[in-house]
């Protein structure tokens, strides 16, 4: 493959305007960078035909994943959602108008109001992670099985690496 993208000219720029340093990292992070931007684009038109934000769906996600009874508390939701507590507590109670969680005190902590699925919550959910995943496998459905593996592995060292 030796087409040329947005990354080829702007590390070629780089180059010229600045050959004292090594430019080399930008073919990688820039296009995982621009790639992110991409693949979140493309899951929020997705979920758009569902009258669904990403941020809504990573919360309903988060709690339809944890099992039965589909409950968490809002610390344990941050903890796997990348929204501040303040825009988290704004999320809950959209959340909660449109009747997709209800809140409800929590038995240890009195001050903890748990978010809990709701059935349309699930029915909703259970749809929008079908059109979520259908989207994911079609980001990446000319890749190999091996380069899928390798590119997740890749990944996955860059993470943990990283953070």
């Known amino acids: 493959m030796n087409k040329n993208d947005i990354i080829d000219s702007l590390v070629l720029d780089w180059q010229k305007e600045r050959s004292d340093l090594d430019v080399s990292a930008m073919s990688v992070v820039g296009r995982i960078l621009k790639l992110g931007k ?5 899951a929020g038109l997705v979920l758009k035909n569902i009258d669904l934000y990403y941020t809504d769906f990573d919360v309903l996600a988060t709690l339809r994943r944890s099992g039965n009874p589909y409950q968490l508390t809002p610390k344990e939701l941050m903890e796997s959602v990348l929204i501040t507590s303040g825009a988290m507590t704004s999320l809950l109670e959209r959340l909660t108008k449109l009747d ?3 809140r409800e005190t929590d038995e240890k902590d009195k001050r903890v109001k748990r978010a809990i699925l709701t059935e349309k919550g ?3 959910i259970d749809e929008a ?3 979520r995943f259908n989207e994911a496998n079609k980001s990446i459905d000319y890749l190999s099985n091996d380069e ?3 590119l997740s592995e890749l990944l996955k060292k860059m993470i943990l690496n990283i953070e």
């Open 100 to 102: 997709l969680i209800y």
């Open 129 to 131: 992670v079908e059109l």
């Open 122 to 124: 699930i029915k909703l």
């Open 148 to 150: 899928k593996k390798t």
């Open 38 to 42: 991409t693949l979140e684009k493309r």
